[in-house]
C-alpha cells in the first residue's frame, strides 16, 4: 500500500499481516505510534492458511464485521474411525463462525491503514544490524530503523530467531479445501470432527458445513501420515461426512501449513521487540485454535509496547511473560500428550466409548463450548 525508500524511521516495525500483526499494528497507531507493517504477500486476502474458525469468545469481545463471517453453529459431531454412532454436543447458544478470511484480512488491512499504519506488501523481512532491520520488496531494499520490532511471522519465525528468542518446535502440518455450496443443506450447521489416527494422527479430521460454505481438512504430527499429508487429504476428502446429497464442486480455496500445539513460548519478548501470534505459540494445544489466542495477546503486546514506547524505557517488554502466562496452559498440555499417543484407529475406538459416558460428554462439552479463553496477562 505504500513505498518506503531506500530508508526509514519507525516506532515499531511489524512483520506479518495476519490477524496478530494487523492487530497490534493498528492498536499502536491508534494510541498515536508510527508503525510500519512488512507482509511478504503482494495481498492480505492471498495464501491464507487459518480454518477461519471463530469461537463464541471471540465473537463476544470482539468487533468483527458481521458480513464476514457464516452462519452460527451451534452443533458438534465426533466420530470413532469407523464413523459409526457419532457423539453430539448441541449447545443453546451460537459457539462457532467461520470467517471469510480473505475479505477479513482486507478489511482489517483498510483499518490499519486508516488508522495510520504504513503496510509494505510484497515485503520481505531479512534481517537484522543492530537497531535497523532490512527489509526487501519489488522496489528494492528498504533500512528501517525502528525502536522496536514486533515478530508476526508465523510458526517459523525469523524475527524470533533474530530477537534470541524461542521459536515452535511442536508443530502439526494441516491441510483444508474450501468449498462454496448452494442452497442450505438438510442439515442445521454443523462441525464434524473425526478422530481417526489415519487420517489425522494425533489431532483430528473435520468437515466444517455451515450451508454456505464446507472446509474440509486434516491435520496431525507430519511425520505419522501414513501417505504424506496430500494424498491423506484426498482419501479424506472424498468420504468426508457431513456432505449428504452435496454435489461439491471444484474447491474454491485450498489451506495449509504448520500449526504450533507447544504452547506460549517461554521468551517471547526482549529489550528489542516482541512475539505475536503463531511466531508467539499463541495456539491451544489442544484444539489448535489461533484466532482468539492471537487477538487477545495482540492486545496485551500493545499495551506494553505503548507503555515502553511512552517511557522510552525498553524493561517494560520484561511485562510480556509467555512463561507466566504458560501456567494456564499446563491441563491443556497435558490432553494434548495424551491425545499424541493415540497412535492406532483401534487405540482410538477403545478410548471413544469414555467420551458416551456422562463424565467424558461433560468435559467433550467444556473443551468444545467452554467459556474458557486465552489466559489474561497475569495468566488468568
Not at 537484522?128 to 510458526?155: K, P, Q, S, Y
Request: glycine share 12%.
Amino acid at each position: 500500500m505504500t513505498g518506503l525508500g531506500a530508508t526509514a524511521t519507525t516506532d515499531v516495525l511489524v512483520v506479518g499481516a495476519g490477524l496478530a500483526g494487523l492487530h497490534t499494528a493498528t492498536l499502536l497507531a491508534r494510541r498515536g505510534h508510527d508503525v510500519v507493517l512488512a507482509e511478504r504477500r503482494a495481498s492480505p486476502a492471498s495464501a491464507v492458511r487459518t480454518t477461519g474458525i471463530f469461537v463464541r469468545k471471540t465473537l463476544d469481545d470482539f468487533p468483527l464485521p458481521p458480513d464476514c463471517l457464516g452462519p452460527p453453529i451451534r452443533r458438534v459431531l465426533l466420530y470413532p474411525p469407523n464413523r459409526r454412532r457419532p457423539v453430539a454436543l448441541v449447545s443453546d447458544r451460537d459457539e462457532y463462525r467461520v470467517g471469510d478470511m480473505g475479505p477479513l484480512y482486507t478489511r482489517a488491512a483498510a483499518d490499519a491503514a486508516a488508522a495510520g499504519v504504513r503496510i509494505a506488501l510484497g515485503t520481505r523481512y531479512t534481517g537484522r544490524d543492530g537497531g535497523t532491520f532490512h527489509l526487501a520488496g519489488r522496489d528494492g531494499t528498504t533500512a528501517v530503523r525502528a525502536r522496536f520490532l514486533v515478530g508476526a511471522d508465523g510458526a517459523r519465525s525469523r524475527v524470533a530467531q533474530d530477537l534470541g528468542l524461542d521459536r515452535n518446535d511442536r508443530l502439526l502440518v494441516g491441510a483444508e479445501e474450501v468449498f462454496a455450496l448452494s442452497g442450505s443443506g438438510a442439515e442445521p450447521p454443523t462441525f464434524h470432527c473425526v478422530l481417526d489416527p489415519s487420517h489425522a494422527p494425533g489431532y483430528l479430521a473435520w468437515v466444517v458445513n455451515d450451508g454456505r460454505h464446507a472446509h474440509v481438512g486434516v491435520a496431525g504430527y507430519a511425520d505419522r501420515f501414513p501417505d504424506g499429508l496430500r494424498r491423506t487429504m484426498e482419501r479424506f476428502s472424498a468420504s468426508a461426512p457431513g456432505l449428504p446429497g452435496v454435489t461439491r464442486p471444484q474447491a474454491v480455496e485450498r489451506r495449509g501449513g504448520p500449526i504450533p500445539v507447544g504452547g506460549v513460548l517461554r521468551r517471547i519478548s526482549c529489550p528489542d521487540g516482541l512475539l505475536v501470534g503463531d511466531a508467539a505459540g499463541a495456539v491451544s494445544p489442544l484444539t489448535a485454535g489461533g484466532l482468539d489466542p492471537c487477538l487477545r495477546l495482540s492486545e496485551h503486546a500493545a499495551t506494553v509496547l505503548d507503555t515502553a514506547l511512552r517511557t522510552a524505557d525498553r524493561q517494560a517488554l520484561h511485562a510480556y511473560d509467555g512463561a507466566a502466562l504458560r501456567t494456564a496452559f499446563r491441563g491443556r498440555l497435558t490432553l494434548r500428550r495424551a491425545l499424541s499417543h493415540l497412535r492406532t484407529p483401534t487405540a482410538t475406538a477403545a478410548a471413544f466409548p469414555l467420551l458416551r459416558t456422562p463424565l467424558g460428554h461433560a468435559v467433550a462439552t467444556r473443551v468444545l463450548f467452554g467459556d474458557r479463553s486465552f489466559p489474561s496477562a497475569v495468566g488468568g
